[in-house]
């Protein structure tokens, strides 16, 4: 009997498991029939609802447009299940359909005029309750059907609506749901709705205070013509016509918008901002790129309320800055620097790569060009900002990465970790474009002192005096490197640079001889008696065009002041003789260019002539006096210290025939820069070989004569010199084979860039008094 017991009262459990999974599954089955009838229903009226359209007359679009609306609303009122995705209803059909009936009715009316349906839609706050719906995603994937309905009304519309209340005041609302939450299904849409709010505010700035929120929420006193318009809008029956048909009501509902953005901007949300930055963090590189787009459309608006709240009440500025150190400290801590120079260029948002290829060509190439790539972006959006915005977003980048990061970078004591460095601030200055970015570069590397340079005060600044100091480095590469950076700084459009490095210590031009006349050494032929024997030259005779001519005074006309034997009515002698200067000072046994076609003076003159007219076009916006300081207004009692910049290159320039080749060749191509400049006072002393130089002064004239002079007495210690230097001319214009090493090469390749230099400079002297002759009255 137990066992029989037992054995009923198992099948009685199992009888109803199996009941109760019959029951289930019948439940189940009747939930599923019930959707799919939801479903086929949906389908059925909209197709209904088409064929209706299609036979029946056309309803007068206001009631079609009322009709879509209601379908919606009544679907809210009728449905109980809330679970089926909304794209098995009929909500974004009609959607849709509102929409296009929303277009139709302006294209049939004049401009700027609002039909029925639009008043419509603003009397009975439509937006306001899509707002509603999207925010709570009922039914699921309403949110994205708002977005897209915002943004179409938004993009297709002509008709300003963002000034109407109930328009910027949804759309506001709903900019605070974009960028919750990362790579959510509907940051597509989110980043399109963001991105036409953008545009519609760089078409109108002025809008852009609807979207300064004031977080307090304190009661705004407002004046009573704002007062009067904020309740002429709540109170009075709303007709949906633009603000533009009611004269002064735009004004009105601005002053209310801003008057508290404007007076209290550290109260201010600025959510358009703060919701790009949001999904500049997406996975998705497309979103991050447009919500930099749209960050670059609201940093160049005008209004000065928008551009603090920016700075101040956004993270913005920390976006930019954290990006950058990210990936500056991605960088392998060796680079080769010829790998940083030829690297390509690659504007931000077209950086497309593969990491294969990359590191086929070299390691750390990928985290260079997003390096690369970042730079350019916060070079273009300080470029396009707001004055003031730029200056902030500027300041911040030098204190949050140039100092923070790669100052102490720049005074490591690592010669691979200081060539790296260096070879990537190169790269840096070379790529910035925006103004107010450069300023704060500049400033950072050379200090903002604009007072006359002293030797004693050179150690203040100590960036500045480590990298003038790497220019000598007992590494080459290191110089050469600290070189080409310091050859870039002088070309960019910057005049701190140049006053920086060179024009505040010849500002009162006291490296010029101040003893009484009497007092002076006596000139032989009108020279010093040290001078180098100037021969004639060929290329210039009598029959010098006029256009050469120095007629009036010019900015280029310093040396007759103090050589008057050469001041001649036409100014003929004066080029003449200066031009000389420079071609004669190497002595014909240590020339060799004339053995090799193709290398004489006149083929540096197409290169300074066009250099030169770069140079005047940056320089054109300085102001640079045309003449030179008058001595009376200058002091010439002050003692002349010619820079530390200048000591250092005239020191290498008189090592010229001890140093590599390569690094003669650097610091000629910054001595001739300085020499391109048009400012009068930089062209008296690197280009005019007649000046009275005080004692104890030097000038880079006086720096090439004695490097000469050293040479003159070495040649006679080389046997076949003259075959010599031939051949190596040879072998570095690649018209000889390298063979058996040449005794003396060293001194050899620095006598040929010395005479390359005196050609080049005697050219850059010709270009500049030929275009000081060609502007003179």
């Known amino acids: 009997m137990p066992g029989s017991l037992y054995e009923t009262s198992n099948l009685e459990r199992g009888g109803n498991n199996r009941k109760k999974k019959i029951e289930e599954f019948s439940r189940s089955s009747r939930e599923k029939l019930v959707q799919s009838k939801n479903k086929m229903f949906s389908k059925f009226t909209s197709i209904l609802q088409h064929a209706v359209e299609a036979l029946a007359p056309s309803l007068p ?155 307090s929420k304190r009661p705004e006193i407002k004046s009573p013509a704002a007062t009067e318009g904020v309740m002429e809008s709540v109170l009075a029956p709303d007709t949906g016509q633009s603000q533009a048909d009611h004269p002064g009501q735009p004004q009105a509902a601005a002053a209310a918008s801003t008057s508290s953005p404007t007076n209290n901007n550290n109260t201010n949300n600025y959510n358009l901002v703060t919701s790009l930055l949001n999904l500049t963090k997406s996975p998705d590189g497309r979103i991050v790129v447009k919500a930099c787009e749209g960050l670059m459309l609201l940093v160049s608006l005008p209004e000065p309320a928008a551009a603090r709240c920016l700075t101040e009440n956004t993270d913005l500025c920390e976006l930019l800055t954290d990006r950058l150190v990210s990936f500056y400290k991605a960088l392998p801590p060796s680079m080769d620097p010829l790998d940083i120079e030829t690297v390509e260029s690659v504007n931000w948002g077209l950086d497309v790569y593969n990491l294969k290829e990359d590191a ?162 006596p000139l032989e032929n009108g020279q010093p008696h040290d001078a180098v024997d100037l021969e004639e030259d060929p290329l210039f005779g009598d029959d010098l065009s006029p256009d050469s001519r120095l007629s009036g005074s010019d900015w280029f006309g310093s040396s007759p002041q103090h050589s008057p ?35 004489g003076y006149d083929t540096y003159l197409r290169d300074a002539h066009r250099q030169f007219r770069e140079f005047c076009g940056i320089c054109q916006r300085w102001d640079w006096r045309g003449n030179p300081k008058p001595l009376e207004k200058c002091n010439l009692d002050m003692a002349f210290y010619e820079g530390h910049f200048l000591k250092v290159l005239f020191d290498r320039m008189g090592r010229i025939l001890d140093q590599p080749y390569d690094v003669n060749l650097q610091v000629t191509a910054v001595l001739s820069k300085l020499s391109l400049l048009p400012h009068p006072h930089l062209h008296e002393y690197l280009l005019d070989p007649y000046i009275n130089l005080a004692p104890g002064c030097r000038s880079l004239f006086s720096v090439i004569v004695r490097v000469v002079g050293d040479l003159m007495l070495r040649i006679h210690r080389i046997p076949d010199f003259t075959p010599k230097l031939l051949l190596v001319r040879k072998r570095l214009l690649g018209l000889e084979p390298e063979g058996v090493t040449i005794d003396h090469s060293t001194l050899l390749e620095g006598v040929i860039v010395l005479e390359e230099f005196c050609k080049e400079l005697a050219a850059i002297a010709f270009v500049k008094y030929h275009a000081a002759a060609s502007s003179s009255p």
């Open 61 to 215: 679009l206001q009631e079609d447009f009322v009709y879509h609306w209601k379908g919606i609303t009544h679907y809210y009122i009728e449905t109980s299940d809330d679970k089926a995705p909304v794209t098995d209803t009929n909500i974004p059909s009609h959607l849709e359909q509102m929409l296009d009936i929303l277009t139709q009715e302006e294209a049939e009316r004049e401009s700027g005029e609002t039909g029925p349906c639009m008043e419509y839609l603003l009397h009975h706050k439509i937006l306001e309750t899509l707002y509603t719906l999207g925010k709570a995603d009922c039914p699921p994937g309403m949110k994205q059907q708002v977005l897209t309905f915002y943004t179409k009304l938004l993009a297709h519309i002509r008709q300003p609506l963002l000034p109407h209340i109930n328009v910027h005041r949804p759309v506001q609302k709903l900019i605070r749901l974009c960028g919750e939450v990362l790579a959510a299904p509907t940051e597509n849409e989110e980043i399109q709705f963001l991105c036409i709010v953008c545009a519609k505010l760089k078409q109108d700035p002025y809008l852009v205070n609807f979207f300064l929120e004031n977080k």
């Open 360 to 521: 086929a060509v070299f390691t750390g190439k990928r985290a260079l060009i997003s390096f690369l790539s970042w730079l350019d972006y916060c070079d273009q959006l300080i470029k396009e900002a707001q004055k003031s915005a730029a200056a902030v977003m500027a300041k911040a980048v030098r204190e949050r990465f140039f100092v923070s990061v790669m100052e102490p970078q720049l005074m490591q004591t690592s010669e691979v970790g200081i060539l790296t460095s260096t070879a990537l601030l190169n790269r840096i200055v070379r790529q910035v474009t925006s103004e107010a970015l450069l300023q704060e570069i500049v400033y950072f590397l050379l200090g903002e002192d604009k007072e006359a340079e002293t030797a004693a005060a050179i150690v203040q600044n100590p960036l500045r005096h480590r990298l003038i100091e790497h220019c000598d480095h007992l590494s080459d590469e290191i110089s050469i490197m600290t070189l080409r950076l310091f050859e870039q700084l002088i070309q960019k459009p910057n005049q701190h640079i140049l006053h920086s490095l060179v024009l505040r210590s010849l500002e009162e031009r006291n490296f010029l001889e101040n003893r009484p006349q009497e007092e002076r050494e």
């Open 565 to 599: 034997d050469h001041a001649k009515s036409d100014g003929k002698t004066e080029v003449h003789k200066i031009v000389n200067s420079f071609l004669c000072l190497v002595p014909d046994e240590a020339k060799s260019s004339y053995h090799v076609e193709g290398t």
